[in-house]
């Protein structure tokens, strides 16, 4: 842990938030009501892919109690123009699409069109009087399948992007990407032992216990207010502003407490609706997702194929490594395909790489972003394959990794050179842990594997007031998903030097502050926290002035120390130090309110490393999965509240178990998703699991003033091959398609035992 | 169809409301009394975020009927905290970082004193056997688990 350097960074303080959200005083997003609101519901296509003939309101009007009925005729039409949305990228043609079908339905769970009406079951009632005539057409569910020729063509306009030269006709296959480093092939020839393995993974769902939420306010003067959960609300803000064709200026969003993201908070669904339900209604909206919604029509993460083979010495040095990488980016283009193909490789210094990826799309709810999106997919096939590699060369599988491991230096595939990175001293780490020296209790087996991911910088303000007592507000602009408010607060306790009980952390709506980059991406703890350490710095350069007003001697000699002004050395005179609140009392003789402000776009977020251990055994008879013991190691660059690192290691680690055991999504023959609840839809249970041990690698990011890099990502990508190593190691099965689920361990393992003798 | 007229006792207060037949306690809780602390995440008694308890029985509020309350007693989130001072669950769950964004929060303390009522000596199984049905998905459950147990102990030197 943190050693001793500061005296706020490394603590485990309360929340600020914390009394807040034991009480139930909190408020997320469906606990926001207006008087007089509206309740808005969705029509959504019962078909996985058709053409919509018509589309009757009428019926739906007349009801008494309905206010407003849209449609996709009531948002104008969008450029082909692709605009970043969270870790993604959206293309706004087709979100538009996405929020309200317009020439065909994609997916089951589509929307069609909303009502408003003064009660839920009215609204309810309206949803089903609205008449849909359907053209139904052949529909593809599997990735595989949608990218064979004669598959069934979601756009017409789609031609394959990355490929030269163009195809003529529309595909399923959006793009194509290379990203090569050295010369594969050539490297290949190198190789004393080569290693091959194709792998599948299905789409999984994000699991936030908070469905999606807004509350909308149009006024008759085209103000817009909306209240809303989500992971930027900034970006909230940009897509109502975009599709609707309403000034940014005019709409102030309010993010409300986020009840788990993931990642699938970073897009909108229900916002543009609700607004244009309120415009036209003339009355507050307020819409609430029910978790079929979530499921059906909010935005999982990809499933696809990886195919990964490495070539390497006798010694265990890899010489070349391919993969090729398919995955779902459901109805319209935009999988994470990027960080799937920069991540495959990215733990390892090696010298040849081939990594080859294709977006494709299919009758599924378009992906959204997912922690460390893309990454787990494309980790799952090459840890997976590295793990083979050690069973077959006999080497241990840390040894192995670290015989083969990313430094500061090593040139990635996708371009940069890594600086200063922890991935030596995690696998070290591990390596030295009790776990690992310890074997694994008999009838279980052991599993190995790591992770990377980027993290993000980008965009982000902050600002600081000191209020009339020397008490300090520190505002931000990131919805708090998961503590960010005590980082924050605890950084700006750090710089200014006073107590962290003194400093309050809010989240500011878009109107309140300046822009901030959505909650993701591991960003928050990194850049806004960066943008909030400069509005302190910003602050006390504006209280030394202060001082030296006071005191009658230049602003330069005055220096600020444990939190009080103090002379800079004795030629400048006898003055007693100045405090927080001497300062504060005497700001209107020295020029009024004393504030600081940042902003900033943050470079040089440091990549993280983890690298996870687990024991478990598989039940022969049942297939059941019993995890004893696991440890997730991860280079964490300074653990600022180690509390909330360890909360955000721990659930990521339990994210990806599941990933990697139970969670799915299911469709039958009609392309209708079979298990869009919670009940059926596994995710794990507090009786699934073990206590998760973190174990805190500390290699200080020396692009931040604190040595932040980011958390949050990195641990849900080593645990699918974890997991699968493990499972490897104790049936003696390569299981490759996930999840490894009882029906499908039961199923390999009563392939794979010698049928008894008839008898 | 007329609405039924339905008394009860929630968080200690005698409390009247109106309430459709079909309507569900957790949305006669959120909307018409204001009682937002209780969540919806599933609506179908998978999740645990609306964990309430009726005459002390751990329930999901959203797979009961509202007028199921008649001359019962409910404890809500919002009943935990006596005036001022937060129930040891509460100040335990911040002091161990057992939330992070807090939507299961509410549902897991609930069941979680309901637990300590009934066993102030659970081990580490019994407790997450008990906690199975409230999902958190933010956590891996290793904080809470932790916070609950070190609560119990807590409960049982104070009986000492």
């Known amino acids: 842990m943190s050693t001793g350097k500061y005296k706020w960074i490394g603590t485990r303080v309360d929340r600020p938030d914390g009394a807040d959200k034991v009480t139930g005083r909190a408020r997320f ?71 309200l079908a317009r020439e065909k339905v994609l997916f089951e769970g589509h929307p069609i069109a909303a009502v408003a009406a003064t009660t839920d079951a009215i609204a309810k009632q309206a949803v089903e009087l609205i008449k849909v005539e359907y053209e139904v057409l052949p529909h593809v569910i599997d990735v595989t399948e949608a990218m064979k020729p004669g598959a069934p ?91 609707l064709g309403i000034e940014t200026s005019q709409i102030r969003v309010t993010p409300s407490e986020i009840g788990g993201g993931f990642g699938g908070k970073t897009v909108v669904y229900l916002e543009p609706i609700a607004v244009r339900l309120s415009q036209k209604s003339g009355k507050p909206v307020k819409m609430v997702m029910t978790r079929e919604e979530v499921f059906r029509a909010s935005g999982p993460a990809p499933g696809g194929t990886v195919r990964v083979k490495l070539g390497a010495k006798k010694d265990g040095t890899i010489v070349a490594a391919e993969c090729e990488i398919a995955l779902q980016a459901g109805a319209f283009p935009g999988s994470p395909l990027g960080p799937a193909c920069w991540t495959s490789f990215a733990c390892y210094d090696i010298p040849n790489i081939k990594v080859v990826g294709f977006d494709v799309v299919s009758n599924r709810p378009k992906v959204a972003a997912y922690r460390a999106p893309g990454a787990p997919i494309s980790a799952w096939g090459v840890e997976s394959t590295l793990d083979v590699l050690a069973l ?22 996708y371009g940069p050179t890594f600086d200063t990175i922890g991935f030596v001293e995690t696998l070290e780490a591990v ?67 006073v107590d962290y009980s003194k400093v309050r952390p809010i989240i500011a709506d878009t109107s309140s502050i300046g822009f901030n980059f959505v909650t993701g991406g591991s960003r928050v703890t990194f850049a806004t926290g960066l943008a909030v350490v400069n509005s302190v710095r910003d602050m006390i350069r504006e209280l030394k002035v202060r001082a030296a007003k006071t005191w009658g001697v230049d602003p330069d000699a005055v220096i600020w120390e444990d939190g009080v002004a103090k002379p800079a050395g004795s030629n400048v005179g006898e003055f007693e130090p100045l405090t927080l609140s001497q300062l504060a009392a005497t700001a209107g003789k020295t020029g009024g309110p004393i504030n600081g402000h940042a902003q900033l776009n943050a470079q040089g977020a440091g990549p993280g490393f983890g ?149 | 169809m007329a609405k039924m007229h339905i008394t009860t006792t929630i968080n200690g207060e ?147």
Not at chain 1, 209 to 224: K, W
Not at chain 1, 454 to 475: C, K, Q
Not at chain 1, 681 to 705: F, T
Not at chain 2, 116 to 137: D, S
């Open chain 1, 392 to 413: 077959e060369l006999g080497m241990d599988p840390i040894d192995l990794r670290l015989k083969n491991a990313a430094k500061k230096g090593t040139k990635t595939s």
């Open chain 2, 14 to 160: 005698p409390t009247e409301f109106l309430c459709d037949p079909q309507q569900s306690m957790l949305d006669v809780l959120r909307d018409n009394l204001g009682l937002t602390g209780s969540k919806e995440g599933c609506g179908s008694g998978d999740c645990g975020a609306c964990s309430i308890t009726l005459d002390g029985r751990l329930v999901c509020a959203c797979l009961m009927l509202a007028p199921e309350a008649e001359g019962k007693k409910i404890e809500t989130v919002e009943g935990i905290a006596k005036g001022d001072q937060l129930h040891p669950l509460q100040k335990k769950f911040v002091e161990f970082a057992a939330l992070q964004c807090g939507i299961c929060t509410p549902g897991v303390l609930v069941a979680a004193k309901a637990l300590l009522e009934k066993n102030n000596n659970p081990t580490e199984t019994e407790v997450r056997f008990w906690l199975a049905g409230n999902l958190c998905r933010c956590t891996g459950y290793d904080k809470i688990i932790r916070a609950v147990m070190d609560v119990a102990a807590d409960m049982r030197g104070a009986a000492r």
């Open chain 1, 431 to 497: 390596k030295k842990s009790a776990h690992y020296k310890t074997p694994p209790k008999p009838g279980y087996a052991r599993g190995v594997a790591a992770g990377f991911w980027f993290n993000v910088g980008a965009d982000s303000s902050a600002a600081s007031h000191v209020a009339e007592d020397g008490t300090v507000t520190v505002i931000s602009g990131n919805p708090d998903i998961g503590g960010s408010r005590a980082s924050l607060a605890l950084m700006a306790a750090e710089e200014l030097g």
């Open chain 1, 153 to 243: 063509v979601l756009h017409d306009h789609l031609i394959t992007e990355g490929v030269k030269p163009a195809p003529t006709k529309a595909s399923n296959i959006a793009k194509r990407m290379d990203n090569t480093k050295g010369d594969f092939e050539a490297g290949l020839k190198q190789a004393e032992i080569v290693v091959e393995r194709e792998y599948t993974t299905q789409a999984v769902h994000q699991g936030y216990i908070e469905p999606h939420a807004t509350l909308a306010s149009a006024a008759e003067d085209g103000q817009v207010q909306l209240w809303s959960t989500t992971q930027g609300h900034f970006q909230v803000r940009g897509f109502v502003s975009r599709l």
């Open chain 1, 611 to 759: 690298v996870h251990v687990v024991d478990l055994k598989v039940d022969r008879d049942t297939g059941c999965v019993h995890i004893d013991r696991y440890t997730a190691a991860q280079d964490v660059g300074t653990a600022i509240h180690p509390s909330y690192v360890e909360g955000q290691i721990q659930g990521g680690a339990v994210q990806g178990i599941g990933w990697a055991l139970n969670e799915e999504y299911i469709y039958n023959a009609k392309g209708r998703l079979d298990n869009a609840g919670f009940l059926d839809y596994r995710m794990p249970v507090a009786s699934d699991l073990p206590m998760i041990d973190a174990l805190v690698v500390e290699v200080p990011n020396p692009h931040h003033p604190y040595g932040v890099r980011g958390v949050g990502e990195v641990p849900i990508v080593p645990p699918l091959a974890a997991v699968g190593n493990a499972v490897a190691r104790s049936i003696n099965i390569r299981m490759t398609d996930l999840p490894l689920s009882p029906p499908r361990l039961s199923a390999a393992i009563d392939a794979a035992t010698p049928k008894m003798a008839a008898e």
């Open chain 1, 29 to 99: 997003g469906a606990d926001f009501n207006m008087p007089g609101q509206l309740i808005g519901r969705v029509l959504r296509s019962p078909h996985a892919h058709a053409i919509i003939k018509s589309v009757d309101t009428s019926a739906a009007e007349k009801l008494p109690g309905v206010k407003a009925v849209v449609t996709a005729k009531d948002l104008p039409e969008q450029p082909n123009v692709i605009v970043p949305a969270g870790e993604m990228q959206v293309n706004l043609r087709d979100i538009t699409r996405n929020i």
